[in-house]
């Protein structure tokens, strides 16, 4: 693994961007083409418009989204086709279809609050993450026996069980909710008991959206703006990318009406951004934080975000962890439903991303990205 004080970074001019020959880089060239190949093949069965041709909206049809909880609140963008990148040292090392295109991203976004948890964290706006969070965000949302026990590390790792309504979002639609391929959600939206917060893990955007307002309460102002001036402008992030809302989700903060951003686009909205913007996020978060010697983002919190969760082993701080055999140990991903991927391999300095990949397939082109690294 690369220094990260020492390692070559990206120019902030994205048309300026370094690349690297394959077998310069270390892998197979021919097995890097069809890796890439494979990922052009497997596009996502997900129609480019975001809605069927009853009008109905893919996710409200990937995830079986029944009852009051339906209304889209947030922008749809139609999808762009399959797109994106590798990069080996910081260079690219491939690269395939619009990879400035700022499309939506859906749950990668969690994993940008989770960094923008860190930041918090780091100027001690979160003094500890086993803090009950209602003892620095003074709101109901966070009121009650059950609620006030809620902490920083539990909204983070998926295990808070909070239970409430939110910018006119239930808790409910995602109990019983399941992910991935042959994810079963028939019984998503049936209410269930609750468990002691932090002893149970359910993926749930509506608690996820609870962490961005709490974060939002902090900050005192809006995340997106932290996001730009913290992380992506000092990482030459392009100044397309941005982060939108839902029409029911602003609140006052200090007499200011600020939109309160979700982290995915569940019903609408959250990170639209494009692919080489996810690259050059991956590779911060794989060199620990740090952007040609510049400490972004500590690597303390790096690692608390990359370690696995009491409640589900491949899950850290809203990004998922290595998990089965044949991929590096200490690899890492943030995944979006769509499919959207920033794969990281902070052990060879690799990453990749991947935009509008049939989801069944991620796993088939990443087994083949590793294969392509030259024995």
């Known amino acids: 693994m690369s220094s990260p004080t020492d ?16 077998a310069k880089a270390g892998f197979d060239p021919d097995r890097l083409k069809a890796a890439v190949d494979f990922a052009r093949e497997q596009e996502s069965p997900w129609p480019r418009s975001l809605y069927y041709p009853d009008g109905s909206y893919v996710g409200n049809v990937e995830w079986n989204e029944r009852g009051p909880w339906t209304e889209i609140v947030g922008p749809v963008r139609e999808r762009g086709g399959p797109a994106g990148l590798v990069l080996k040292g910081g260079r690219i090392v491939a690269e395939w279809g619009d990879t400035a295109r700022t499309d939506m991203t859906f749950s990668i976004a969690k994993s940008y609050l989770a ?30 026996a059950h609620n006030g026990q809620i902490t920083w590390r539990h909204l983070l790792q998926q295990s808070s069980e909070w239970q409430g309504e939110i910018f006119g979002k239930s808790d409910q639609v995602d109990h019983n909710r399941q992910i991935g391929p042959g994810a079963d959600n028939s019984r998503k939206g049936q209410r269930r008991e609750l468990r002691t917060p932090g002893s149970f893990y359910e993926y749930n955007d509506v608690r996820v959206n609870v962490l961005s307002y709490a974060l939002l309460e902090r900050f005192r102002r809006p995340l997106p ?3 730009r001036e913290r992380v992506m402008d000092p990482i030459g992030a392009s100044p397309d990318w941005r982060w939108e809302g839902y029409s029911t989700s602003f609140t006052d903060i200090d007499g200011r009406s600020i939109q309160s951003v979700p982290g995915g686009g569940h019903w609408g ?12 996020f991956g590779l911060l978060i794989g060199r620990q934080g740090d952007w040609g010697g510049r400490q972004i983002l500590s690597r303390d919190w790096v690692k608390r975000m990359l370690t696995p969760s009491p409640t589900l082993t491949n899950y850290g701080y809203l990004w998922w962890l290595a998990a089965r055999p044949g991929v590096p140990a200490s690899s890492f991903s943030a995944l979006g439903a769509g499919s959207n991927v920033i794969w ?11 935009r509008w990949i ?9 087994d083949r990205l590793v294969a392509a690294r030259a024995q």
């Not at 390692?7 to 394959?22: C, R, S």
């Not at 960094?115 to 620095?136: M, P, R, S």
């Not at 049939?358 to 990443?366: E, K, L, R, W, Y």
């Open 7 to 22: 390692a070559f970074v990206p120019a902030a001019d994205g048309a300026l961007w370094q690349t690297i020959a394959p």
């Open 115 to 144: 960094v923008l948890a860190g930041i918090a964290f780091d100027d001690g706006l979160i003094k500890d993450v086993d803090e009950a969070v209602g003892k620095t965000v003074a709101d109901p949302v966070f009121a009650g």
């Open 225 to 227: 703006e932290v996001l």
């Open 269 to 280: 909205g959250g990170l639209f951004i494009g692919a080489r913007d996810h690259a050059r």
């Open 344 to 354: 990281v391999d902070p052990e060879q300095d690799v990453v990749a991303v991947l």
């Open 358 to 366: 049939n989801g069944a397939q991620t796993d088939a082109f990443i």
